[in-house]
């Protein structure tokens, strides 16, 4: 964070300051990092508790003081000798510090923000842009998926004045939240990937959701750039609802950022982007996926607008190889078995992706397998998208299905119902009885595909995998 006298905190965090029993007083700077992880506290760090579903995070607070805590963002005062900035909700008041601290590292004149939303990619998109914009200038951009009302704010307290740019990953569950994301750092160029079935029953509906990722570009000025996905038929009408300048990227002949002559294969997508002017470029994208060449080409759009030229762009896109553990991670190797880690989280879009790229990827004469598990969040929509992806796998010719949990099973209803198929179908309650099943009937040369939402924890069963066939 940038350096602030303990006034100054408490000023922007809507806060008391209480420095009673301590050596500090209302001068004292602060400028460590910004948590609400007591574990990540190092000397000098500032430590926000905060009240959670499950814990409440003041019960930390004094560890937090033993690992070094130079202040404390509370909502009521603790008996420790160590300055205290008492305020009504401690989320609200992280906010609005972060709000303080990007104002400020603005007014510098250097800082330019570039706010990423849409159901799938986000992070990808994200950890891409950091991939180019490190390579022009100081850049901070969130860490894993940090893009709620707690790990955004975090994000953007990393700023220092050195900062040139900040890449803000910005979430939701709900309408208003990136609207509130974006109150604390407005982008300069603001994209929308793609608007999906992603938490769409957390939402309440997908017209629900166009209208919360609409957020991103709904506030932005005359000046800022809008950076919208042209294939996706959501996200289109955005374009009416913003008064910045819209740059198009997609497949088609339509958008400004554009990618043709695809070519998929077992370590990425190779791909000829066009940008506008008519410059052009080939691109070995070691990135698994094609869903993943859209992420790219939104960050390729994004960084031109922010005076990056194209072949310091695909440079730094050639540079990437991974774009996040547990997204499309290779995996294995063992008698050339290939097992591909995607499980972090998983929408439909995002599973029938995976599996398109599964198909995609198999060599001649071996198998696919694909261990699949309960895409969650869908609400009302949850029965039909399991039974939709559980027929895809059919009609792709997976050779094999291993549909793990409860969640999942209609998945594996739909397919061994589905007539004309010559692959096969088993369902397990646990992520051990996956193992073992795969384990024992895995060939050499299979590919081995682990998709499933976060809350279905087959990451981990993923990263067995992988070190059982290393």
């Known amino acids: ?74 909502e009521h005062s603790l008996d420790l000798a160590v300055p205290q900035i008492v305020v009504d909700d401690s989320v609200e008041a992280l906010g609005a510090l ?25 992070t990808t998109t994200k950890n891409l842009l950091r991939a180019v914009l490190e390579r022009v200038g100081p850049t901070v951009a969130a860490r894993a998926s940090y893009n709620n009302e707690v790990g955004a704010p975090v994000t953007m307290l990393e700023l220092t004045d050195q900062t040139e740019f900040l890449v803000a990953e910005m979430g939701a569950s709900g309408v208003g939240e990136i609207a509130r ?59 009416g609802l913003t008064a910045a300048r819209v740059v198009w990227f997609g497949l088609g002949d339509d958008a400004d950022v554009r990618a043709t002559d695809l070519h998929v294969h077992a370590r990425g997508t190779d791909f000829t982007v066009t940008v506008p002017g008519g410059e052009s470029a080939r691109v070995h994208f070691g990135v698994l996926g094609e869903h993943h060449v859209m992420n790219a080409l939104a960050a390729v759009a994004a960084s031109l607008q922010l005076g990056v030229g194209l072949a310091d762009i695909v440079t730094a896109l050639e540079s990437v190889t991974l774009a996040e553990r547990w997204r499309m991670q290779l995996m294995g190797g063992r008698d050339d078995v290939t097992v591909i880690n995607d499980a972090y989280n998983a929408s439909p879009d995002s599973m029938a992706a995976a599996l398109k790229t599964l198909a995609q990827v198999k060599a001649p004469g071996t198998r696919t397998i694909a261990v699949l598990g309960e895409m969650s969040e869908l609400g009302e929509f949850s029965g039909e998208e399991h039974d939709r992806i559980g027929l895809l796998a059919v009609r792709l010719g997976i050779s094999q299905l291993v549909v793990v949990g409860q969640g999942a099973r209609r998945l594996h209803i739909s397919a061994i ?32 595909l682990v998709k499933s939402s976060n809350s279905a924890g087959l990451r981990l069963l993923g990263d067995r995998l992988g070190e059982w066939f290393a």
């Open 181 to 239: 994301l974006v109150k604390m750092a407005r982008p300069d160029v603001g994209i929308v990937l793609k608007v999906g079935l992603a938490h769409a029953g957390e939402f309440g509906g997908i017209e629900q959701t166009v209208r919360a990722k609409s957020e991103m570009v709904t506030d932005l000025l005359g000046t800022d750039v809008a950076v919208l996905n042209a294939d996706d038929p959501r996200v289109v009408p955005m374009a």
């Open 1 to 74: 964070m940038i350096a602030l006298t303990l006034a100054e905190v408490a000023s922007a965090a809507g806060g008391k300051l209480r420095t009673e029993g301590t050596d500090a007083n209302a001068e004292t700077v602060v400028s460590g990092a910004v948590t609400t992880d007591s574990r990540e506290i190092g000397p000098g760090d500032v430590f926000v508790a905060k009240r959670g579903e499950f814990d409440d995070g003041h019960r930390f607070a004094p560890a937090a003081v033993e690992q070094g805590a130079a202040l404390l963002i509370v």
């Open 98 to 122: 972060a709000t303080e601290v990007v104002r400020r590292v603005r007014d510098l004149g250097r800082l330019r923000i570039v706010g990423v939303t849409g159901s799938n990619g986000k």
């Open 417 to 448: 119902n589905e007539g004309s198929w010559d692959g096969e179908s088993a369902y397990v309650e646990t992520a051990d009885e996956a193992f073992e099943l795969v384990t024992a009937s895995v060939q050499p040369g299979d590919t081995v």
